[in-house]
């Protein structure tokens, strides 16, 4: 109805207005004194054929304007978003897995829907990043899956799995010498550890690895990075999944566990439909946000699981 009182205005005329909305002139009236009724004031004087702005009428001239602009950008925003020339994807994901394999998705995903900017966010360990997901301040979340055979405690939530993720045991090469391989979990109570601190990403990895094994923590750090470098330098082991720290330390020993260790890795998502950006960023992945969650092939990474001994960058 705002369109109609601004198309009578621009016109000077009903008749005319009519005709350039190509609507019916009765119809076209009718809805300008719904307009009225629903503001409360008469927006035009009567004056045979001519309609002439009231007071109340011309101080909402402006405003009925400002609406339609309005309207007419979010419109287009809205276009934007469905054609992936604009909007906003957020995605919590675990430290581990922002640093693989998110880097690989994010930099193909920027380079198919450049406009679309990603907001990543760490809130720490698996439990936070469902929480985030579930409060809907993150669409999608990149974290680690239960295990098919346990109790799925993400039911509310909708999984995807990305593949699976070898935890191997990161040493320095004089610790490695003297431990076998691969190296039986119960002998890691026996190692000095280089851990984060309780409640992070890799150091709930490590707990749900080694459940109460844990013993010999050597040093506790905040800073992921400041961690590598304390084991390559030798102050003691840590654990990392196989591809990354196959990437990222130099100078170390990679050790597989026994029993081996592996984890699913996969996205997860609340229940109905997505956001375009969303799902596009599924299929990027390789996932289709209407599958049935698992079931996806492991990745590369399973298939080199006999590569041990000395990593150094790429």
Same mark, same amino acid.
């Given at each position: 109805?705002? %369109?109609?009182?601004?198309?009578?205005?621009? +016109?000077?005329?009903?008749?005319?207005?009519?005709?350039?909305?190509?609507?019916?002139?009765?119809?076209?009236?009718?809805?300008?004194?719904?307009?009225?009724?629903?503001?409360?004031?008469?927006?035009?004087?009567?004056?045979? $054929?001519?309609?002439?702005?009231?007071?109340?009428?011309?101080?909402?001239?402006?405003?009925?304007?400002?609406?339609?602009?309005?309207?007419?950008?979010?419109?287009?925003?809205?276009?934007?978003?469905?054609?992936?020339?604009?909007?906003?994807?957020?995605?919590?994901?675990?430290?581990?897995?922002?640093? +693989?394999?998110?880097?690989?998705?994010?930099? %193909?995903?920027?380079?198919?829907?450049?406009?679309?900017?990603?907001?990543?966010? *760490?809130?720490?360990?698996?439990?936070?990043?469902?929480? %985030?997901?579930?409060?809907?301040?993150?669409?999608? @979340?990149?974290?680690?899956?239960?295990?098919?055979?346990?109790?799925?405690?993400?039911?509310?939530?909708?999984?995807? !799995? =990305? @593949?699976?993720? %070898?935890?191997?045991?990161?040493?320095?090469?004089?610790?490695?010498?003297?431990?076998?391989?691969?190296?039986?979990?119960?002998?890691?109570? *026996?190692?000095?550890?280089?851990? !984060?601190?309780? @409640?992070?990403?890799?150091?709930?990895?490590?707990? !749900?690895?080694?459940?109460?094994?844990?013993?010999?923590?050597?040093?506790?750090?905040?800073?992921?990075?400041?961690?590598?470098?304390?084991?390559? +330098?030798?102050?003691?082991?840590?654990? =990392?999944?196989?591809?990354?720290? !196959?990437?990222?330390?130099?100078?170390?020993?990679?050790?597989?566990?026994?029993?081996?260790?592996?984890?699913?890795?996969?996205?997860?998502?609340?229940?109905?439909?997505?956001?375009?950006?969303?799902?596009?960023?599924?299929?990027?992945? @390789?996932?289709?946000?209407?599958?049935?969650?698992?079931?996806?092939?492991?990745?590369?990474?399973?298939?080199?699981?006999?590569?041990?001994?000395? $990593?150094?960058?790429?």
């Amino acid at each position: 109805m705002v %369109e109609y009182f601004v198309a009578v205005v621009d +016109h000077g005329s009903v008749t005319k207005a009519a005709q350039s909305l190509y609507i019916a002139q009765p119809s076209l009236s009718q809805a300008i004194r719904s307009l009225e009724r629903q503001l409360g004031v008469r927006l035009f004087h009567r004056t045979g $054929r001519h309609l002439v702005l009231t007071p109340d009428g011309e101080a909402f001239v402006e405003r009925a304007r400002r609406i339609l602009l309005d309207v007419d950008r979010a419109r287009g925003a809205v276009h934007g978003v469905r054609t992936m020339d604009a909007g906003q994807l957020d995605i919590a994901a675990l430290a581990t897995l922002a640093a +693989h394999p998110l880097p690989e998705l994010a930099g %193909e995903y920027q380079r198919r829907y450049p406009g679309v900017l990603l907001n990543i966010i *760490d809130p720490g360990g698996p439990p936070r990043v469902v929480d %985030e997901v579930r409060r809907g301040h993150a669409e999608l @979340g990149l974290t680690r899956l239960a295990s098919p055979n346990s109790a799925q405690r993400n039911s509310s939530l909708v999984a995807h !799995e =990305l @593949g699976t993720q %070898e935890i191997v045991l990161v040493l320095p090469p004089d610790l490695a010498e003297r431990l076998p391989d691969p190296v039986p979990l119960d002998a890691v109570a *026996d190692i000095p550890l280089v851990l !984060e601190f309780t @409640g992070t990403t890799t150091r709930t990895l490590v707990d !749900e690895v080694l459940d109460t094994a844990v013993q010999a923590v050597a040093v506790e750090c905040a800073n992921r990075q400041a961690i590598w470098d304390l084991v390559a +330098h030798g102050a003691g082991a840590t654990f =990392l999944p196989r591809h990354l720290a !196959e990437r990222e330390l130099e100078g170390v020993v990679l050790r597989a566990t026994a029993p081996e260790t592996w984890h699913r890795v996969g996205f997860v998502h609340r229940p109905g439909p997505l956001s375009p950006a969303a799902e596009a960023f599924l299929a990027v992945a @390789g996932i289709s946000a209407c599958a049935p969650s698992g079931g996806k092939p492991a990745p590369p990474e399973k298939a080199a699981r006999g590569r041990r001994g000395r $990593r150094r960058r790429g």
